[in-house]
């Protein structure tokens, strides 16, 4: 029962230390520094649509923000990517987590 539960800590511990790679960290924060600038756009696109919502500037907001978000998806898909083809089990792990951004950013 002893090498049981030793086994299983040793595999949590080989599966962290795969995750928190220099690679899959520097990647993870690349894609947290793209989420801050995709938000900040979007702040910065709908701010004048708040004060002052004419027609037009809605029109070119929504028009900006769906070109933004297919670029925003498609970068954390080939950031996934990147990070898949590594091969083990903690970068595939944080690609799935790459890909399940792309898919609820790309709506948007």
Same mark, same amino acid.
């Given at each position: 029962p002893r090498h049981g539960? @030793? !086994?299983v800590m040793g595999a949590v511990t080989e599966l962290t230390w795969q995750m928190l790679s220099l690679t899959n960290v520097l990647n &993870?924060?690349? &894609?947290? &520094?793209l989420t801050g600038a995709f938000c900040y756009f979007l702040v910065v696109f709908w701010t004048s649509v708040v004060t002052n919502p004419i027609d037009a500037d809605i029109r070119v907001a929504s028009f900006?923000? &769906?070109i933004m978000s297919a670029g925003y998806g498609g970068v954390l898909v @080939?950031? !996934?990517d990147r990070i898949w083809a590594? !091969?083990?089990d903690g970068s595939r792990i944080l690609g799935g987590v790459f890909y399940c951004g792309a898919a609820f950013a790309c709506p948007v």
């Open positions: 539960r @030793l !086994g &993870a924060c690349g &894609a947290v &520094a900006k923000t &769906a @080939l950031f !996934g590594r !091969g083990d």
